[in-house]
């Protein structure tokens, strides 16, 4: 019953790291879509996901399209601060992808547009916070997916 958790163009090796850790833990598949923001190689992605790389179920894609192309048929939602609707809200199901952008501006805009029936936020009850930082808010998601699918 794994999730998927998606990040498109990761731009911080460290959060990916962080976030590789989680997919491992929480038994969920991780799918990279580039251009990223550093190498796959970088040792501050190593340093943050340890020794755990060669366990990950990690996939990695050239493009969106590319990621498209695979996956366009599959169970998708998005997360994004622009959501009309609270994550809690999603009615999660085995094998979801749970679609996450990148760190500086988030889901491409086209994306966001086109979906907004299947984009949700985590509330922030602060207005001095724009945003959480991505590896928390994936935890978060991922963590209650876990909990309703249980």
Request: zero cysteines; hydrophobic letters at 35%; aromatic letters at 12%.
């Amino acid at each position: 019953m794994p999730l998927n958790i998606v990040l498109i163009e990761p731009e911080i090796p460290n959060n990916t790291g962080n976030i590789g850790r989680l997919a491992l833990a929480s038994g969920s598949n991780l799918h990279l879509v580039k251009p990223f923001g550093f190498e796959i190689d970088d040792k501050r992605l190593k340093r943050a996901g340890l020794d755990y790389w060669p366990h990950i179920s990690l996939f990695i894609y050239e493009s969106i399209s590319d990621f498209y192309s695979i996956h366009q048929d599959k169970n998708l939602v998005y997360l994004s601060s622009h959501g009309k609707k609270d994550y809690w809200s999603i009615d999660f199901t085995d094998d979801m992808f749970l679609v996450f952008g990148k760190e500086s501006v988030g889901l491409p805009d086209r994306i966001t547009r086109e979906n907004t029936d299947k984009l949700y936020k985590i509330p922030i009850y602060s207005s001095h916070v724009r945003s959480l930082n991505l590896a928390n808010a994936v935890s978060i998601t991922v963590y209650e997916g876990l909990k309703q699918l249980r």
